[in-house]
T-cell receptor, first 115, second 116 residues
Framework: GAGVSQSPRYKVAKRGQDVALRCDPISGHVSLFWYQQALGQGPEFLTYFQNEAQLDKSGLPSDRFFAERPEGSVSTLKIQRTQQEDSAVYLC?????????????FGDGTRLSIL | RKEVEQDPGPFNVPEGATVAFNCTYSNSASQSFFWYRQDCRKEPKLLMSVYSSGNEDGRFTAQLNRASQYISLLIRDSKLSDSATYLCVVNKPRMNYGGSQGNLIFGKGTKLSVKP
């Protein structure tokens, strides 16, 4: 389909391992967002890209979290030395334009479980 | 005060009932408002944008009161398929990049269960 695609859908890792989560936004969408959603909570903003530029990373909880979008399309969220509190659903969203706030289109998310 | 606050729920209503969700936001400079719907173990999906004059889409009516920083969503004649979590969403305006684009702030969500 033409929606936002995330992989893997599920990821189980041992505490201390590094993980990489991938997001393939809708083709042509300029803006890309990463969110973290804990159980029973709404999504919480992590970081925002406009094309390849990471313009806002204020929501990243620690320096163990790193995101990139080198060619302005696919993005990767990396979490180093994972901890149990990193267990959550990681959602990626994209929107077409910049300027006025656009509704965002979300992927299915990656469910990360840290053992 | 949380940036976006919603009724805690859950709301359990019979089919055909009218149900109202309320939401307040703290940043008076916010310009864009949305209601998203999230089904269990699924991604959030845009239900409707909320405009200053209020807007309606079928059985759904959204209203915005900027003075009170209050947003509402009314669902009339509720259906079983309306069962979901409803997320109130507000933008957090930031002027230091790319114009007025800002990240979205989500409320915790209110769970609705429509029963036969």
């Amino acid at each position: 389909g033409a929606g936002v695609s995330q992989s893997p859908r599920y990821k189980v890792a041992k505490r201390g391992q590094d993980v990489a989560l991938r997001c393939d936004p809708i083709s042509g969408h300029v803006s890309l967002f990463w969110y973290q959603q804990a159980l029973g909570q709404g999504p919480e903003f992590l970081t925002y890209f406009q094309n390849e530029a990471q313009l806002d990373k204020s929501g990243l909880p620690s320096d163990r979290f790193f995101a990139e979008r080198p060619e302005g399309s696919v993005s990767t969220l990396k979490i180093q030395r994972t901890q149990q509190e990193d267990s959550a659903v990681y959602l990626c969203a994209s929107s077409l334009l910049i300027g006025l706030v656009q509704p965002q289109h979300f992927g299915d998310g990656t469910r990360l479980s840290i053992l | 005060r949380k940036e976006v606050e919603q009724d805690p729920g859950p709301f359990n209503v019979p089919e055909g009932a009218t149900v109202a969700f309320n939401c307040t936001y703290s940043n008076s400079a916010s310009q864009s408002f949305f209601w998203y719907r999230q089904d269990c173990r699924k991604e959030p999906k845009l239900l409707m944008s909320v405009y200053s004059s209020g807007n309606e889409d079928g059985r759904f009516t959204a209203q915005l009161n900027r003075a009170s920083q209050y947003i509402s969503l009314l669902i009339r004649d509720s259906k079983l398929s309306d069962s979901a979590t409803y997320l109130c969403v507000v933008n957090k305006p930031r002027m230091n990049y790319g114009g007025s684009q800002g990240n979205l702030i989500f409320g915790k969500g209110t769970k609705l269960s429509v029963k036969p």
